[in-house]
Each structure stands twice: as structure tokens, then as C-alpha cells.
């Protein structure tokens, strides 16, 4: 009981911590606003072209609307639940195989 007790507490503060990040008030993803290091811009060229396109979308609403000074209907906001991480799986296959050629370059 104290676990799942603490577990909704955790996914509470998760939500509120989304919420007050602000990026979901222009109907960005998380992975939208990710900094693009090297490894982040080498997962996004491996992105499908229809999460690319998504990606390239969001952010050019999202610039339209902070160029405006504007935020979407609270009903057009990205909810915490709708998340989807799209950028993750990419990225940690990136990050994985420059370890590898890391660990390799040593020998």
C-alpha cells in the first residue's frame, strides 16, 4: 500500500513538473524541446519520416506562437499522459553505438 500510495505521490509531481515546464501549452513533446547535441541531431536524422515531420511541426507552431506571445486553449495542450517519448529509443541506440566505437577506439 505505501508503494503504490508513493507511486501515484511520484506521478503527481511528475505531472505538475510537466505542466509547469510550460512546453506542453504549445502542444510540444518532451523530445521536441531536447537539446541537440551531437548524439540528440544523430537520432533525429534516424527518426521515421513521419516522426521528423511531427518534430519539424510542433516546433514551427510552437516558434509561431511564442513569436505572437501566445499559448495554445487549455484543451490543445500536450497532456502528460499523451507523452511519447518518440526521440528516446533513437538516441540511446546513438548513444550506445559511440560508447562502442569509444570503448573500440582504447584497444
Same mark, same amino acid.
Given at each position: 500500500?505505501? !508503494?503504490?500510495?508513493? /507511486?501515484?505521490? !511520484?506521478?503527481?509531481? %511528475?505531472?505538475?513538473?510537466?505542466?509547469?515546464? /510550460?512546453?506542453? +501549452?504549445?502542444? !510540444?513533446?518532451?523530445?521536441?524541446?531536447?537539446? @541537440?547535441? $551531437?548524439?540528440? #541531431? %544523430?537520432?533525429?536524422?534516424?527518426?521515421? $519520416?513521419? *516522426?521528423?515531420?511531427?518534430?519539424?511541426?510542433?516546433? +514551427?507552431?510552437?516558434?509561431? *506562437?511564442?513569436? #505572437?506571445?501566445?499559448?495554445?486553449?487549455? =484543451?490543445?495542450?500536450? +497532456?502528460?499522459?499523451? $507523452?511519447?517519448?518518440?526521440? =528516446?529509443?533513437?538516441? +540511446? @541506440?546513438?548513444?550506445? $553505438?559511440? #560508447? @562502442?566505437? =569509444? @570503448?573500440?577506439?582504447? #584497444?
Amino acid at each position: 500500500s505505501d !508503494l503504490s500510495t508513493s /507511486g501515484k505521490w !511520484l506521478d503527481r509531481i %511528475q505531472k505538475w513538473y510537466y505542466n509547469a515546464a /510550460g512546453f506542453n +501549452k504549445l502542444r !510540444l513533446m518532451r523530445d521536441d524541446t531536447i537539446y @541537440e547535441d $551531437e548524439d540528440v #541531431k %544523430q537520432a533525429i536524422r534516424r527518426l521515421p $519520416e513521419n *516522426l521528423y515531420n511531427d518534430r519539424i511541426f510542433h516546433i +514551427k507552431r510552437a516558434l509561431d *506562437l511564442t513569436m #505572437k506571445h501566445q499559448i495554445l486553449p487549455t =484543451e490543445q495542450w500536450t +497532456k502528460y499522459e499523451e $507523452e511519447n517519448f518518440y526521440l =528516446e529509443l533513437y538516441l +540511446k @541506440e546513438v548513444i550506445r $553505438e559511440r #560508447k @562502442e566505437r =569509444e @570503448e573500440w577506439a582504447k #584497444k
